[in-house]
């Protein structure tokens, strides 16, 4: 039987993991039984917005939140949705209406469902914050600017996270997670482990035969993929980069992504290897597609917990070894000597040793490569992950006739 879906996302440009993944979801449905709605929702100075992801269809402008839940009430009903699956939505009162609607499948995305500050991460001292939220919260707002420090924002991020904790997390037909990291989390701060559900992103598969092997090139590309954020940290791996020219080793850094701290990073690259360093800035996913098959090894230097980490299965598809922190999620995909080497976060000679251990040991970098690819087919292939969206869905679908 088909199953017809409703995501509900807070975007639909594609700006990081998030808009990716869903996208991916759209696309894929079709074989696997299903139909895929995609809507974004977000508040302006005027009122509030939802846009489609469809050709020469505009932006929809509402004045307040009750004609946006009428307009998705008529969408579920016009377009025979049986479950709708929300995103980056942090809106409690939106949440709320939803599930008088339809069965509401939650995808745990960040840590936005358990931490104000939707990162679990002290960015003033670049710690990772592992104490359950509560009231201390708003001392670290203004301590170690973990959160929006503006009142009104950071009462309203705290209530957003006690009305997911206390209230909708008893009303969600599922969650699903993607990391061991992420539910660990969420027990702490009371979840039901029976409503976690665990599926790890997927990557779609590339054919063997445009993979590139990338051992002769004489300049290695090292590749990094995402926003441009101190919380990624591209700066250690700026500084890996710049241990590794130090060295000798004749390596390039591909930046492909653009982000709040793009021109501090930039302040970072000694003159003398600035030709070294390519800000590549956003591309569209062919061009993504063509830098990770020419890389050699991808960077992975976030020093916040990731809640996955979706770059990495992507090269790991196109038989790339990965170098990352590791932290949050990361170690789900990241496996050490065994896909590539987890690092300890932000120490980047050790990310530099690791680089030139795989530059020089070519064996061991096969070996890498191979298992790699091998990992990302076996766990993280669209079969098995659509598989079992779709057979969550069908259950919950079937509780709700």
């Given at each position: 039987?088909?199953?017809?879906?409703?995501?509900?996302?807070?975007?639909?440009?594609?700006?990081?993991?998030?808009?990716?993944?869903?996208?991916?979801?759209?696309d894929?449905?079709?074989?696997?039984?299903?139909?895929?709605?995609?809507?974004?929702?977000?508040?302006?100075?005027?009122g509030?917005?939802?846009?489609?992801?469809?050709?020469?269809?505009?932006?929809i402008?509402?004045?307040?939140?009750?004609?946006?839940?009428?307009?998705?009430?008529?969408?579920?009903?016009?377009?025979?949705?049986?479950?709708?699956?929300?995103?980056?939505?942090?809106?409690?009162?939106?949440?709320?209406?939803?599930?008088?609607?339809?069965?509401?499948?939650?995808?745990?995305r960040?840590?936005?469902?358990?931490?104000?500050?939707?990162?679990?991460?002290?960015r003033?001292?670049?710690?990772?914050?592992?104490?359950?939220?509560?009231?201390?919260?708003?001392?670290?707002?203004?301590?170690?600017?973990?959160?929006?420090?503006?009142?009104?924002?950071?009462i309203?991020?705290?209530?957003?996270?006690?009305?997911?904790?206390?209230?909708?997390?008893?009303?969600y037909?599922?969650?699903?997670?993607?990391?061991?990291?992420?539910?660990?989390?969420?027990?702490?701060?009371?979840?039901?482990?029976?409503?976690?559900?665990?599926?790890?992103?997927?990557?779609?598969?590339?054919?063997?035969?445009?993979?590139?092997?990338?051992?002769?090139?004489?300049?290695?590309?090292?590749?990094?993929?995402?926003?441009l954020?101190?919380?990624?940290?591209?700066?250690?791996?700026?500084?890996?980069?710049?241990?590794?020219?130090?060295?000798?080793?004749?390596?390039?850094?591909?930046?492909?992504?653009?982000?709040?701290?793009?021109s501090y990073?930039?302040?970072?690259?000694?003159?003398?290897?600035?030709?070294?360093?390519?800000f590549?800035?956003?591309?569209?996913?062919?061009?993504?597609?063509?830098?990770?098959?020419?890389?050699?090894?991808?960077?992975?230097?976030?020093i916040?917990?990731?809640?996955?980490?979706?770059?990495?299965?992507e090269?790991?598809?196109?038989?790339?070894?990965?170098v990352?922190?590791?932290?949050?999620?990361?170690?789900?995909?990241?496996?050490?000597?065994?896909?590539?080497?987890?690092?300890?976060?932000?120490?980047?000679?050790?990310?530099?040793?690791?680089?030139?251990?795989?530059?020089?040991?070519?064996?061991?970098?096969?070996?890498?490569?191979?298992?790699?690819?091998?990992?990302?087919?076996?766990?993280?292939?669209?079969?098995?992950?659509?598989?079992k969206?779709?057979?969550?869905?069908w259950?919950?679908?079937?509780?709700?006739?």
């Amino acid at each position: 039987m088909n199953i017809n879906v409703l995501h509900i996302n807070d975007n639909i440009e594609n700006k990081g993991g998030v808009e990716t993944n869903i996208k991916q979801l759209c696309d894929l449905a079709p074989s696997f039984n299903m139909k895929m709605y995609w809507t974004a929702i977000f508040k302006n100075d005027i009122g509030y917005s939802i846009e489609i992801p469809r050709k020469n269809k505009p932006i929809i402008f509402f004045k307040n939140l009750n004609k946006c839940i009428e307009y998705f009430k008529n969408f579920c009903d016009d377009y025979s949705v049986n479950i709708i699956h929300l995103h980056s939505i942090s809106n409690p009162r939106l949440i709320d209406a939803l599930f008088d609607l339809r069965p509401v499948v939650r995808s745990m995305r960040d840590p936005r469902m358990f931490c104000p500050g939707h990162g679990k991460f002290f960015r003033k001292s670049e710690r990772i914050c592992d104490i359950p939220y509560g009231l201390h919260c708003f001392y670290h707002s203004y301590k170690e600017s973990c959160c929006n420090r503006h009142p009104k924002r950071l009462i309203k991020s705290y209530i957003n996270v006690v009305y997911e904790t206390k209230i909708a997390s008893k009303k969600y037909a599922a969650i699903i997670v993607m990391s061991d990291y992420m539910i660990d989390e969420a027990l702490k701060v009371g979840y039901n482990k029976k409503n976690l559900i665990y599926n790890p992103h997927l990557t779609p598969t590339v054919s063997k035969q445009f993979l590139i092997d990338s051992t002769n090139d004489k300049v290695k590309s090292l590749v990094y993929v995402g926003r441009l954020s101190i919380t990624k940290g591209v700066h250690y791996a700026i500084k890996c980069v710049t241990t590794l020219l130090d060295q000798g080793y004749k390596v390039q850094f591909d930046i492909v992504g653009s982000g709040e701290d793009e021109s501090y990073f930039k302040s970072l690259i000694p003159e003398k290897y600035s030709h070294h360093f390519i800000f590549h800035g956003w591309q569209h996913r062919n061009a993504v597609d063509l830098i990770l098959l020419k890389a050699y090894v991808l960077l992975f230097p976030s020093i916040y917990p990731e809640a996955f980490g979706i770059s990495g299965i992507e090269a790991m598809m196109r038989a790339k070894p990965v170098v990352g922190f590791n932290v949050g999620g990361v170690s789900t995909w990241l496996k050490d000597q065994q896909t590539g080497f987890l690092v300890n976060q932000k120490n980047y000679k050790e990310m530099a040793e690791r680089v030139a251990t795989l530059i020089d040991n070519n064996k061991l970098y096969k070996f890498l490569s191979s298992n790699s690819r091998k990992l990302a087919l076996d766990k993280f292939s669209e079969k098995n992950h659509m598989t079992k969206l779709y057979e969550l869905y069908w259950k919950i679908h079937s509780r709700s006739i």
